[in-house]
């Protein structure tokens, strides 16, 4: 974009213009996404709960996050006479550009990036790590017990669950030879059985673990220990009103796509549909072709999103002991094992055996995922009690009144 | 005037602003925030000069590691709310002689530099030959293998280790000596 700028423009200018418009769009994007977020999470939560969710609000409660939204533009701004005002202020913002931040050298496309960085995984990894800040900030600036004990939480979480979540992107980073995301994108071109993730045993059991860990340094449910309206009433954002409030939640939906995001670069083909076997922005030409692969990419990012909600709406809260001894009894062995295994794998296992894996793991799971989905559709209505009775629990036993 | 020497110039602002904010905060936590810009600008002049690795390894150890923990450390043993150490003029004026001496060294030094080369247009070195001089891997097949840094940096983190097991045997809660259980007692 930067050459195509300078033909018209001091070459300058063409570098700034270009940084704008990319922070435009990311930050675009971040704002069309977490609209799409809070009414997802509110329609989800509510199926999940035998509810429907919002239904007045537009079509399907779609308008549902702009009613929200308007909502925390009119709430007055607070902060507690208790508070530290100035790092009380500075908390949210420093929480989002960190989530914002990482943005930056997310590949969205086929040359479709911010800035390709060559250390991208590495980066978006390190700008991460450092939202817990803003939150811990928060917490500590908010000059209440309950806020306090939200942020050291959430730095007792994060600062644990950082260290098998780094792990478990070194090991996709070893099959791959690169730290580069755009150039982990470009390698797993092609059918889906080419991903890294179906590589070998230990990549497919590194996604998940890895995942989960992501999850956990999202602050989302079942780890979501820093807010846990059940004990703290709101932990670190207890205090917090209106526009700061929502930077918060616009800082986690940000980085909830954004560790989704580069799973699906790590692990699941970035922008690939794993049907093509090409590059559709060679093939289709470059507008076209990336089209394409942002709707892909994006798709995948929404995908893991939202099985985060279905997570966080199904699990139970674990107690911050269950945290802390899953992180490092469980995890952490865990991405160790699986890192010298990757190792060990690609040194000395025989090509034939390899491969023959390599197809085993992807067709099984696709025949699995094709499984749950055809009979999702077959048992469809089928588990439900009859009209006017209730389900599970309260269903009542055959033959009584 | 050209857009990285006006961007260089930015950066140097922040940076050395929010260092004077350090020095010039009561309390540690606002310190730590200050700190956090510095530290950010300084990882930001690492990526305008295109060492990308060197700046991501800046934000991760400084601003994820360092800097959590001294907040987190002030969060569990602070006395009272947004405390803060008192100095007196006598540290002050220390303090003060000291920065002063290392600053004109510094200046001195940088003086003697001369002025640097200007940039070129080649592509800087990646973390690739970055990785393999670290193993001492040659870069062309056949030629002599290179000081490998692999075991000193091994031997470093391995006293690390130790220095963190250490840590923790000396901080660990003393058990009592085993008693009888009595009936009733909750352990």
């Not at chain 1, 390698?187 to 070998?200: A, C, K, L, T």
């Not at chain 1, 800082?251 to 799973?263: I, K, R, T």
């Not at chain 2, 510094?106 to 592509?123: E, F, N």
């Not at chain 2, 990646?126 to 891997?137: A, H, Q, Y």
Request: charged share 10%; glycine share 10%; aromatic share 14%.
């Amino acid at each position: 974009m930067v050459e195509s700028l300078s033909e018209v423009l001091p070459h300058w200018a063409a570098v700034v213009l270009a940084g704008a418009i990319a922070a435009g769009l990311i930050v675009a994007f971040i704002g069309g996404a977490a609209y799409i977020f809070i009414w997802l999470e509110r329609k989800v939560s509510g199926r999940i709960q035998d509810r429907l969710g919002p239904t007045r609000t537009g079509p399907l409660g779609l308008l549902q996050s702009l009613a929200d939204g308007i909502k925390l533009v009119t709430k007055e701004d607070t902060a507690p006479n208790a508070a530290d005002r100035f790092l009380f202020r500075v908390a949210p913002y420093l929480a989002f550009c960190a989530a914002f931040a990482g943005f930056i050298a997310l590949p969205f496309g086929y040359q479709v990036i911010g800035y390709d960085l060559s250390v991208g995984a590495f980066f978006m990894l390190a700008v991460l790590s450092s939202e817990v800040f803003g939150v811990m900030l928060a917490g500590y600036a908010s000059g209440s017990k309950w806020s306090l004990f939200g942020g050291v939480r959430e730095a007792a979480q994060v600062v644990s669950y950082e260290v098998p979540r780094s792990l478990c992107v070194v090991v996709p980073v070893c099959v791959a030879g690169t730290l580069s995301l755009s150039q982990i994108g470009n390698q797993q071109v092609g059918w889906f059985w080419n991903w890294n993730v179906f590589h070998d045993p230990f990549t497919f059991v590194a996604l998940f673990i890895f995942y989960i860990t992501a999850t956990a340094s999202c602050k989302r449910a079942p780890f979501d220990l820093a807010e846990a309206e059940s004990e703290l009433v709101a932990g670190f954002h207890t205090e917090y009103s209106g526009m700061r409030w929502s930077f918060f939640f616009l800082a986690e939906y940000a980085s909830m796509f954004a560790v989704s995001g580069l799973a699906a670069l790590l692990f699941c083909g970035g922008w690939h549909t794993g049907f093509l076997p090409f590059e559709p922005a060679e093939r289709f030409g470059f507008w076209l072709g990336n089209l394409l692969n942002v709707a892909v990419f994006a798709g995948k990012g929404f995908l893991g999103v939202l099985v985060m909600m279905w997570m966080r709406w199904s699990l139970p809260r674990l107690r911050i002991d269950q945290v802390m001894m899953t992180c490092l009894k469980y995890f952490l062995p865990i991405s160790c094992v699986l890192l010298v295994g990757v190792c060990v794998w690609q040194l000395f296992v025989p090509p034939a055996v390899s491969a023959s894996v390599r197809f085993v793991l992807a067709f099984g799971t696709v025949a699995f995922v094709f499984g749950v989905v055809v009979s999702a559709f077959a048992l469809r209505g089928a588990g439900m009690p009859p009209a006017g009775e209730l389900a599970g629990v309260w269903a009542k036993p055959a033959g009584k009144v | 005037m050209t857009l990285p020497v006006v961007l260089f110039a930015l950066i140097a602002v922040v940076t050395a602003g929010s260092a004077l904010g350090v020095v010039f905060s009561r309390s540690v936590v606002r310190a730590a925030v200050w700190l956090l810009f510095s530290l950010i600008g300084v990882s930001l002049l690492y990526f305008l000069l295109g060492a990308e690795f060197l700046g991501a390894a800046q934000l991760i150890i400084y601003v994820g590691g360092t800097l959590v923990l001294v907040v987190f450390g002030v969060m569990l043993t602070s006395q009272g709310p947004f405390a803060g150490p008192r100095t007196r003029p006598a540290e002050w004026l220390a303090g003060g002689l000291l920065a002063g001496a290392l600053f004109a060294l510094i200046v001195s030094a940088s003086l003697d530099l001369g002025r640097p080369a200007p940039p070129t247009d080649q592509p800087l070195p990646g973390v690739g030959p970055l990785g393999l001089t670290f193993l001492g891997v040659p870069e062309q097949p056949g030629e002599a293998r290179g000081l490998a840094f692999l075991l000193p940096f091994e031997i470093v983190s391995v006293h690390l280790l130790v220095v963190l097991v250490a840590a923790a045997y000396l901080a660990r809660a003393k058990k009592k000596v085993a008693q009888p259980p009595t009936p009733g007692a909750t352990r």
